[in-house]
């Protein structure tokens, strides 16, 4: 079984930055496809980024793009998102995501096998 687990979430001021990280246990792939979702009090889960197994491609939502970064580190078994210019509208609760046989990445919730717990993230206007 793989388990993810999410941490840096916390309190910020709009404008400020904040970094996640997921590290990944258990059964894993070395390098599977992996995501960052989040989700709104009221509000569907929503697709934030998302990259291949190699770290070499990676999407983004139309509404973070140009302030958020994901990344990997496979030796560390860690995916990050680095969130930046942050905005009142980025609170939710963002979740890691990994897919259990594919490298590829994916915008789709349903593609992913195994999902963390969530880590919230609060900015503060």
């Known amino acids: 079984q793989v388990q993810l687990v999410e941490s840096g979430g916390g309190l910020v001021q709009a404008g400020g930055s904040l970094r996640l990280s997921c590290a990944a246990s258990g059964r894993t792939f070395s390098s599977s496809g992996m995501g960052w979702f989040r989700q709104a009090p009221g509000k569907e889960r929503e697709f934030v980024a998302t990259?291949?197994?190699?770290?070499?491609?990676?999407y983004y939502a139309d509404s973070v793009k140009g302030r958020f970064t994901i990344s990997r580190d496979n030796a560390k078994k860690t995916v990050y998102l680095q969130m930046n210019r942050l905005k009142p509208e980025d609170t939710g609760v963002y979740y890691c995501?990994?897919?259990?046989?594919?490298?590829?990445?994916?915008?789709?919730?349903?593609?992913?096998?195994?999902w963390g717990q969530g880590t919230q993230v609060t900015v503060s206007s």
């Open positions: 990259i291949s197994g190699s770290g070499r491609n990676t």
């Open positions: 995501a990994a897919r259990g046989r594919t490298f590829a990445p994916s915008m789709d919730v349903r593609d992913y096998d195994y």
